[in-house]
Nanobody, 124 residues
Framework: QVQLVESGGGLVQAGGSLRLSCAAS????????MGWFRQAPGKEREFVAG?????????YYADSVKGRFTISRENAKNTMYLQMNSLKPEDTAVYYC????????????????WGQGTQVTVSS
């Protein structure tokens, strides 16, 4: 069982930055592929970024955030991060942390574990 808790959301002006954190419980954090999803009002939840298990050597991003967002993980702290720069109003959404043993399931959003979400609002 893995429990995920996001933090770091808030209100920021366009062009600003935020760093989201996802703290995970349990001793097996390093074995999970981790990712971030987001859901804007009236839209379906969408994949934002993913990072491979263990060393996190493989990272992948949605086209809409490439070059602006950076995903990372710190296994010693059971924590994953999402550094968001050059934020745009269209980045406004609830951001969710996700974990799964399968990278394919992670990208597809068919994950075993979800966090409760953190709101990110970007004003124009």
């Amino acid at each position: 069982q893995v429990q995920l808790v996001e933090s770091g959301g808030g209100l920021v002006q366009a062009g600003g930055s935020l760093r989201l954190s996802c703290a995970a419980s349990g001793r097996t954090f390093s074995t999970y592929h981790m990712g971030w999803f987001r859901q804007a009002p009236g839209k379906e939840r969408e994949f934002v970024a993913g990072i491979s298990s263990w060393s996190g050597g493989t990272k992948y991003y949605a086209d809409s955030v490439k070059g602006r967002f950076t995903i990372s993980r710190e296994n010693a702290k059971n924590t994953m991060y999402l550094q968001m720069n050059s934020l745009k109003p269209e980045d406004t959404a609830v951001y969710y942390c996700a974990a799964d043993l399968s990278p394919g399931a992670l990208v597809a959003g068919r994950v075993d574990y979800w966090g409760q979400g953190t709101q990110v609002t970007v004003s124009s």
